[in-house]
């Protein structure tokens, strides 16, 4: 039940946030925006690093002065998949005008949408997987360490679901739509996680990859997307406290839930 509940946190903070579209009428101004985008940068690289390389350093440390090999290769195998993902699925970024991946026939809300959810992916992964390591006995995470990572990503999906929805609502479409839209983004995140915790039986052998995994494809997310959008234009320095800020909850979360 614990188990349930934890997979699920992280999609109530996209409902809660897309549900803004009820109460705002306008879109969040661009200063917010940056403030949320840094913010949420810093809740995933405080996450990458306390709640997934830390444990999977601590479960390697039997390989000697070889513990940092699953870290570093789970993190570039995490790149290279949502490498492969942003140029194999067709995905437009909320503010540009030009699509990535494949030419496609898609309408521009599918493909916004589209780029929201390629991008929870690895957040779910990394529920999931830090979930399938409390409940092997193997390992150092507890209930409260898993429970920590749910919460902080539930924080920053929060913002994230409130970023699509209202541009959304702003272009015309009904506030129902809207925050359709933004819960279905969402979704995918549940479903990445329980898809890993039912293959916790298999996969207890290459677990420290798997959060090292998790981690480099968060890290690829905010490197790639949410920092440079964060600090684009005037005002940059509002994404940079916002990361600050996201980044001090997150690792107290951790360090005091963990």
Not at 110 to 125: F, Q, W
Not at 192 to 198: C, E
Not at 217 to 226: C, D, G, P, S, W
């Amino acid at each position: 039940m614990n188990t349930l509940i934890g997979v699920m946190i992280p999609l109530l903070g996209t409902t809660l946030g897309a549900a803004c579209v009820f109460f705002l009428r306008k879109e969040l101004s661009s200063l917010v925006q940056k403030a949320l985008l840094g913010f949420a940068s810093g809740v995933m690289v405080a996450a990458s690093v306390w709640s997934l390389l830390i444990p999977c350093m601590d479960m390697s440390e039997h390989m000697g002065k070889f513990a940092f090999v699953p870290a570093a290769v789970g993190l570039l195998l995490g790149i290279a998949f949502l490498l492969a993902m942003d140029r194999a699925v067709p995905h437009l970024h909320m503010g540009a005008d030009k699509s990535e991946g494949p030419k496609t026939s898609l309408k521009k809300t599918t493909m916004l949408v589209l780029a929201v959810t390629l991008h929870n992916i690895p957040e779910g992964m990394a529920v999931g997987v830090v979930f399938a390591g409390m409940l092997a006995s193997s390992t150092q995470i507890t209930l409260m360490g898993a429970m920590a990572l749910s919460i902080g990503i539930a924080i920053q999906n929060f913002p994230e679901g409130a970023i699509i929805s209202l541009p959304l609502r702003n272009e015309g479409m009904s506030r129902r739509r809207a925050f359709s839209n933004g819960f279905v983004s969402g979704v995918v995140e549940p479903v990445a996680a329980v898809i890993t915790i039912a293959l916790a039986g298999w996969i207890e052998p290459v677990l420290p990859y798997l959060l090292s995994f998790a981690a480099g494809a968060m890290l690829y997310v905010v490197v790639e997307e949410l920092i440079p959008e964060a600090s684009e234009g005037e005002h940059s320095n509002i994404g940079t406290i916002g990361f600050a800020v996201g980044f001090v909850i997150m690792m107290a979360l951790d360090v005091a839930l963990g």
